[in-house]
């Protein structure tokens, strides 16, 4: 057994404040386009069995009791209480909060507090922009504030965070937009948006992100599983190539996140590119009893100073503890049977889980 | 250990009524573009072996037996015994039979007979085309007269099935398409046609699509691995993802068919769109002693509630038999793991075999 | 325990002449651009562990020993009598060798005599055009040259090999160029070209590809992981899908190397197609305690006649080590776990060892 040290949760989102029914809890268990078919559920997934497997027992329920029966549970212990259990239960010591949803989140203080954890900010590079421009009332002013916006979020953020693979896809140029370009591309998106707005033109996604490689946060790029979005191919990050060796030697570290079901690919350009590194956020929390065999496949090509543990949680406290317990439990599994077989030794397995767990995100953000 | 129920072969085709040689039996075991190199022979493969496996017992054989004794054997029994003692060894109840595939195979009613089992049809849209065209003199008549066998088709079959991926390839515009370019593409195909010519033109392709989805039967998509096509590539599930999305909440359910190597695609797109399904055929067939570890790969995004059983079995009754046997086994043992590991409950385990045997498919298709 | 043969390497380069400090060793551990970054080594990664793994007690250290003990003992043995111990504890005795990198590497002849054993050349198509375009003076002599040197080196060589798939991508015209094209191609490459140049231009790969298959010997192509190159889906060896169709029944086989983490579509067209099949190299050195889980997926759709062993090795001994004693042990295991779940029987399994670690590699290459 490979004993497994407290956690960095290097991406997460924030949990939900409001009471919760069983549709509406349901409803956070996948991502989807549409309520569930007739005669199914989201509990039948990975998803839903780890939640049933790993949260009750947090709440003095026995695990897989029926998702009513657990519910009833978190709603009489409210959901306070019910958070603080489970956030505490889970492991993790660090969250690294992106606060760029929208819904009645908690942010990064209240993640710490909750959790008795530390706990830090990444910021949404779209979210900012589109934030910015709803207060700015010409291209000058638009562009002039964004770049004070990314210079003062990277003092106090500890990354930053883009979706541009969402919104456009991962196929951009991988050079900079020239200052024309950028001025055009503002004036034409300002034009046509109403306040809220979202951010899709690739000009001004390519903007942003050079923005944050500029300012030497470390650069958090949605990849693969994330968000529902266009199509997933089209967040292959293996698109990032170009951009990625365009970046290279600037001194800011790149992270893809989630990657699966192209994660092979993200240990491939993690092993390739010094700067750039793997999460393994989606891999946990999406495939349950499949998640050391996942884990697995990262663990071909990727050098074992490039992973990262995540969550990849977002609004259930549960998910947070479903993606800690699923990392603990897989990564223990996996470098046991290596070092049972002889492949691995017992000093290196123990070094890497210390490292895919905590040490890579300490060295790469500068946590204590 | 996780009891099977009896299953549902959600798309299959009928067997041959001749009796085979090694060579015509071996042609059977893959679907492959000239005969086998000097020197190798298709029972080399995980079909070959499979079949080796499971079949030679219901024939009265060793398991592993050689090619030649078996061949023996089954000749001796006659192709309608052996069919009878095969189909009736498979545990299959229900066959959904594609009969758009040329050759001397059994029908729908003959399945059920020589199987002791249940049988319903399933339509292929663009051999429905080309018969309508066979008999059409105009264009005007080879429209009237393919909207009334479709409509025709879609009161007596349990499903349409398209191989418009294997034809053209997936990447079709997702929107149906306008009745003049209808017309036109019609026109053109009809004019440049020979009787018996196949249908490839994408924009009656598309046509054909939305026919079938306008009919509210459940339409079944070639993806991945199927009948040999252009390029693989081009078959990956993940091109079909706007036409999902436009034909979403239109009441007709999608199922994507084979999917391997593509299968965490189509697992994906049934997770996020509540009216697309994957279903498992190609992987059992095709890649034997590896079958639980690619429905395992299957079993990480797509929800329990859609995900189907078939055997994807063509020609050989033996091929029935390996698709029920593999799955079968492959589930039991994959479950089994997890329920031995405490990452699912026996019950849920249970539930969900009976879901992916059968329940699904049952619901899907209004089968009793 | 399936018992392992001799092995035939059917893919890797020559070894370093010179004594290697633990830097330059380090660096020979991946293909990266760039040196690791700060904080890791390439030793962390699957192929340093598989490393220290299998080679320290070959020069008669502790597996696992440090890589500053193991890099001292080798040393202190010199750079000539590492090598002779490491090659002649690998297990192979043929080595294929592509001498077409560049260092100061052993040839064929010095391969056999340090690891007692046989080697034939591989020659590397592109590296023969520049060298011919180094010596001669007109688009004339240059073409009559080339065609005199492929000529030559299928008289002598027991394969060519392609790296078209890393100067340009695979996705090059299937047929073969017209002799205008090819004229007009060389007249600007040469044009632009200085000494050593190398050569990207597609019509001239296109014209190389086509030589070579003129020839009768093995075609090998670089596909998937294999040198760093320009984005790995351009080598895909699905986007070779019509060209193997244009070579089809020519009587040239084709060899798809390394394919990971595309194998599972380099096995597909070894399954469709007569002339085609998968290598293994980098499955091995590069996957580590994951290989027998990587070679699995390509035991799915590969005929087993259509599987090559090979190492993939570059530069350090250690790396022809790992590459055989993986292949070995990851094969022993799959095929012994098959065995005991009854999927294949004792005589097969022994048989399609022997086929894939030296028989189908004999029968391809014509070897004793």
């Known amino acids: 057994m490979i004993e497994m040290p407290s956690l960095v949760d290097q991406y997460c989102h924030g949990v939900l404040r409001t009471e919760l029914g069983l549709g509406t809890f349901e409803a956070h268990l996948a991502r989807t386009e549409g309520p569930p078919a007739a005669g199914t559920t989201l509990f ?15 709440l003095g329920l026995e695990p897989h009791c029926p998702p009513a029966r657990y519910l009833a549970r978190r709603r009489e212990l409210g959901v306070l ?26 942010g990064p203080a209240e993640m710490a507090a909750t959790g008795a954890a530390e706990a830090h900010e990444i910021v949404r590079l779209e979210l900012l922009a589109e934030q910015v421009a709803d207060t700015s009332g010409t291209v000058e002013s638009f562009l002039g504030n964004l770049a004070e916006s990314v210079h003062g979020a990277a003092a106090h953020a500890v990354a930053f965070t883009s979706v541009a693979g969402v919104r ?6 991988p050079e900079p937009p020239g200052p024309g370009e950028v001025r055009g591309a503002a004036g034409r998106w300002l034009a046509g948006r109403r306040v809220g707005g979202a951010l899709s033109d690739p000009v001004l996604l390519r903007h942003l992100l050079w923005s944050a490689v500029a300012s030497g946060r470390p650069l958090q790029l949605h ?42 690919h993200a240990a491939h350009l993690a092993g390739v590119f010094p700067h750039v590194h793997a999460d393994l956020g989606a891999v946990f929390l999406r495939t349950g ?32 503890v479903v993606g800690a317990c699923l990392f603990r439990e897989a990564l223990s599994r996996l470098l046991g049977d290596w070092v049972t077989g002889g492949a691995w030794s017992p000093a290196d397995a123990r070094r890497v889980a210390e490292m895919i767990a905590a040490g890579n995100a300490r060295r790469i953000y500068g946590l204590k």
Chains 1, 2, 3 share one sequence.
């Not at 039948?44 to 947090?58: I, S």
Request: charged share 20%.
């Open 44 to 58: 039948d997934t990975q998803t839903g069995f780890a939640v049933r497997r790993w949260c009750p027992p947090l």
């Open 81 to 106: 209480e019910a958070g603080r259990r489970l956030l505490r239960g889970s492991g993790i010591t660090t969250y690294l909060v992106d606060t760029g949803l929208p819904g009645d989140l908690t």
């Open 289 to 320: 009893a499949r998640a050391a065999d996942v884990l697995a496949e990262v663990l071909e090509l990727a050098p074992f100073g490039k992973l990262l543990f995540s969550s990849g949680a977002h609004g259930l406290p549960e998910l947070h």
């Open 223 to 264: 990849a693969g599983l994330g968000e529902p979005g266009l199509r997933i191919d089209r967040t292959d990050p293996v698109l990032l190539t170009d951009f990625v060796r365009a970046t290279a030697g600037l001194g800011t570290d790149l992270v893809l996140l989630h990657g699966y079901p192209y994660h092979r």
């Open 168 to 173: 456009h896809g991962l196929a951009l140029a």
